[in-house]
């Protein structure tokens, strides 16, 4: 499905008409659903990834995703890519905001995530018609979309001059919580994040900080990983075979017999409580690192 809301439509997001510089039309493709934008998250960082940054980004996101939360980033390789991919995994709810038209892919090569948002029942959402290309300025104006549809902005890596300080900022000038990730002081993806911390960002330290602020009844995601005791049996099979070899989650899903929606949200589980985690689309278990 795609469309063309104007801002004086009833479906135009609540939170994103508020701010002064709303854009007065967004073009979009995907399930338009006015719960999507009950309780949405920003996510967002720095391209440059580290291994510590996806990790990060990987076991918040999919806790915050399983409890409902919307996932809202730009679409960018890094952090952007990562927490939609993380949102999706976990079976929730992600929206691309991007900085060109709307049937452009940006970046070209993550054409396997744009369609996989779309057949997730996903949005891809832009003030920009067509194909469109993305300049110097539609990156900062993308930013303001992503900070005004939600109610807090999570920063998980940054370096001094990141596109992702200019979305906190921005999410601070529209009233919107801001979270920041610590990371290590000698790295240089790290420095933006304690900067805003010293600003007054809060740390998170883990998933029940933003649980907590959205104030979702954690029952319904730890309820969930409880059914799932340490040793069950399908947890056990997924541990058993990625301690022989990683793997991707359709050829895991295939070695076991099982469809990837089975075995989907007990991989996010496994990966909120720490037990593996996912690198070049492989999942791996951390004892076996």
Not at 58 to 77: D, H, P, Q, R, W
Not at 219 to 233: K, T
Request: with cysteine.
């Amino acid at each position: 499905m795609r469309g063309l809301l104007k801002i004086s439509d009833p479906r135009y997001p609540r939170l994103l008409k508020e701010i002064k510089s709303a854009p007065k039309e967004i073009f979009y493709k995907g399930t338009w659903d006015k719960k999507t934008f009950k309780n949405c998250l920003a996510v967002v960082g720095s391209r440059r990834m580290t291994s510590y940054g996806r990790q990060v980004a990987e076991k918040l996101v999919s806790a915050a995703a399983v409890n409902g939360l919307t996932i809202i980033s730009g679409f960018m390789y890094g952090i952007d890519a990562a927490a939609h991919r993380a949102a999706l995994d976990a079976g929730g709810r992600t929206i691309a905001v991007m900085p060109c038209g709307i049937d452009l892919i940006h970046p070209y090569y993550q054409t396997n995530l744009y369609k996989r948002i779309l057949d997730e029942k996903g949005l891809i959402i832009s003030e920009y018609g067509g194909k469109s290309q993305p300049t110097l300025w539609t990156y900062p104006q993308r930013n303001r979309i992503v900070a005004g549809l939600c109610q807090a902005a999570l920063v998980v890596e940054a370096g001094e001059k990141s596109g992702s300080l200019i979305t906190a900022a921005l999410a601070r000038k529209y009233k919107r919580k801001v979270f920041a990730v610590p990371g290590p002081i000698s790295s240089p993806v790290s420095q933006g994040t304690i900067q805003l911390i010293k600003e007054g960002a809060e740390i998170v330290k883990g998933p029940e900080d933003l649980l907590d602020f959205y104030g979702v009844k954690k029952n319904i995601f730890f309820n969930r990983s409880l059914s799932l005791s340490q040793d069950s049996a399908l947890e056990k099979k997924i541990r058993d075979k990625l301690l022989n070899e990683p793997l991707e989650i359709d050829i895991l899903a295939r070695v076991l017999n099982l469809s990837v929606e089975k075995i989907s949200t007990t991989i996010s589980l496994m990966q909120v409580k720490g037990v593996l985690f996912k690198e070049n689309g492989k999942y791996y278990i951390k004892d076996s690192c």
